[in-house]
Nanobody
Framework: QVQLVESGGGLVQAGDSLRLTCATSGRSFDNYAMAWFRQAPGKEREFVAR???????YSADSVKGRFTISRDNDKNRVYLQMDSLTPEDTAVYYC???????????????WGQGTQVTVSS
């Protein structure tokens, strides 16, 4: 089992930055690919960014150039640095862990409870 706990969400203004943190515990963190997903009100959950076991990253087009995913295997944490936030980024952000690095949320085995990010205009 892997436990995931997100933190760092909050209410910010457009153009601001936030850094989300996902703290993990349980089985070996470095065996898992990690990802961030988000779900806006009334919308389906969508892929944001992922980072593989080899630190390779991939981001959704909607956040490319603004969001950066990273991981610290010594601290068993994954981060999402979010810059130039817009109201369209408002959502609950979820951390996920899985064996395969993919954009498909169905292939992630473990999920956090989510952290709310609200961006005002």
């Amino acid at each position: 089992q892997v436990q995931l706990v997100e933190s760092g969400g909050g209410l910010v203004q457009a153009g601001d930055s936030l850094r989300l943190t996902c703290a993990t515990s349980g089985r070996s963190f470095d065996n898992y690919a990690m990802a961030w997903f988000r779900q806006a009100p009334g919308k389906e959950r969508e892929f944001v960014a992922r980072i593989g076991k080899s630190y390779n990253t991939y981001s959704a087009d909607s956040v490319k150039g603004r969001f950066t995913i990273s991981r610290d295997n010594d601290k068993n944490r994954v981060y999402l640095q979010m810059d130039s936030l817009t109201p369209e980024d408002t959502a609950v952000y979820y951390c996920a862990a899985g064996i395969a690095g993919t954009t498909n949320q169905r292939l992630y085995d473990y999920w956090g409870q989510g952290t709310q990010v609200t961006v005002s205009s």
